[in-house]
């Protein structure tokens, strides 16, 4: 799950829901800890769904909000009034650079809305209610950095944002949810590519071209997933590098390389040509 899908996924879901009044809150007793918060949410509106980093955040008007994480697999399904799916579509889980339709797992949380219809949330997130205005401080996002698809990143923002970073490169880096929120690995290698920034750079020695190639190209491939996410038609291949070692860089032609970030590191696809090490790149037994 990344940034670009779980706000897919928010935009959906508040299109579904947003104005409407959630009358119930149903919780399986044998799975969940039935939270007073949670079922106080019955009998009030929801104001706002929207997503920040892979956090999916409700905001509901008695200023209490529920906060999900996909740690692991979920879903989300609208039912209509009965019990029927909408359409197959409205199903959404964790998927690598898919959203696909899936069967039902056992429901976590069921909310009848005012019109019959139930949004069920089933799988294993984690599941935080907490009152909206400390919602910040909860100690799961206070640290957490900027989501660059929801905030207006300026270059001075990149920079200081990966001088916070301890990763020693920059593809660890642009992984890390303190520096950036929502980037995960295919969308890491996207970016450095587009940026023509070579994986193992330090991460503090980048330059002022390359830290504005960076802002660009991570707005742009994020911007591309979450589309991809929503389902438009998207020209050309969705990846250039990832998962596609051995292949020509649709760039250069050049064969598209794989290494690891380090010994516990992920995978980092990218084109040894348009992504030149520089003086200041590690080795990669140093990452
Ligand atoms: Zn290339």
């Not at 007793?29 to 949670?38: G, I, K, P």
């Not at 949330?121 to 599941?127: A, D, Q, V, Y």
């Not at 990149?158 to 950036?180: C, G, H, N, P």
Request: hydrophobic share 40%; glycine share 8%.
């Amino acid at each position: 799950m990344d940034g670009p899908q779980v706000k897919a996924l928010a935009h959906r879901l508040s299109v579904a829901v947003w104005g409407h009044r959630v009358d119930r809150v149903d919780v399986p007793v044998d799975r969940w800890q039935a939270n007073v918060l949670l079922k106080h949410c019955a009998g009030h509106r929801v104001l706002r769904i929207y997503s920040h980093g892979c956090w999916l955040i409700w905001n509901f008007e008695h200023g209490v909000s529920w906060l999900c994480y996909p740690v692991r697999r979920w879903s989300w399904e609208i039912l209509k009034a009965g019990g029927t799916f909408i359409r197959e579509p409205m199903a959404w889980v964790a998927g690598a650079t898919t959203v696909a339709a899936r069967s039902r797992g056992r429901p976590l949380i069921r909310s009848r809305l005012d019109d019959g219809r139930e949004i069920v949330l089933s799988g294993r997130p984690l599941f935080l209610t907490l009152l909206t205005p400390e919602l910040w401080r909860h100690p799961h996002l206070a640290d957490i950095g900027p989501d660059p698809l929801a905030d207006e990143l300026s270059m001075a923002d990149w920079r200081f944002r990966l001088r916070l970073s301890e990763k020693s490169t920059i593809a660890r880096a642009l992984l890390d949810q303190r520096v950036m929120a929502g980037i995960a690995n295919p969308w890491k290698c996207e970016i450095l590519h587009a940026a023509g920034v070579h994986p193992a750079t330090r991460a503090i020695a980048l330059n002022s071209g390359q830290i504005q190639q960076l802002a660009v190209a991570a707005q742009a491939c994020l911007t591309k997933a979450y589309r991809h996410y929503l389902g438009d038609e998207q020209p050309g291949r969705l990846c250039a590098v990832y998962d596609r070692a051995g292949e020509p860089c649709p760039t250069c032609g050049t064969a598209i390389t794989v290494d690891r970030s380090g010994r516990d590191g992920h995978w980092t696809w990218y084109c040894p040509k348009c992504q030149r090490a520089d003086g200041e790149a590690l080795l990669f037994d140093d990452w």
